[in-house]
């Protein structure tokens, strides 16, 4: 069964960090390419970072470039992202997306088909 699942979500204050997950089952990420999309209340899906199946290419959404830091552990079979110096506004619901070759390099939901559950991160004092 193929799978994904996020961890590593919660309440943190403004300005500190966490690290999030997404652990595969049934695939191997390698072969995909990964993407982080969050979605905040009331707001559309946005993307924030992907990384690509074969070189490892990254992109970032302009607003969180130095920021956050998405990698890859291929023995694990995850994918992280770091969050850092966190702000209210990156209060939402974070998902991580495969797919095998997305045309875009901008991550868009519809090119990902294989969804994980999401993970909640709250950035409040």
């Known amino acids: 069964q193929v799978q994904l699942v996020e961890s590593g979500g919660g309440l943190v204050q403004p300005g500190g960090s966490l690290r999030l997950s997404c652990a595969a089952s049934?695939?191997?990420?390698?072969?995909?390419?990964i993407a982080w999309f969050r979605q905040a209340p009331g707001k559309s899906r946005e993307g924030v970072s992907c990384?690509?199946?074969?070189?490892?290419?990254?992109y970032y959404a302009d607003s969180l470039k130095g920021r956050f830091t998405i990698s890859k552990d291929n023995d694990k079979n995850t994918v992280f992202l770091e969050m850092n110096s966190l702000k209210p506004d990156d209060t939402a619901v974070y998902y991580c997306?495969?797919?095998?070759?997305?045309?875009?390099?901008?991550?868009?939901?519809?090119?990902?088909?294989?969804w994980g559950q999401g993970t909640q991160v709250t950035v409040s004092s």
């Open positions: 990384i690509s199946n074969r070189h490892g290419v990254t």
């Open positions: 997306a495969a797919t095998h070759e997305p045309k875009n390099r901008v991550p868009l939901a519809y090119e990902y088909d294989t």
């Open positions: 049934g695939f191997t990420l390698d072969y995909y390419a």
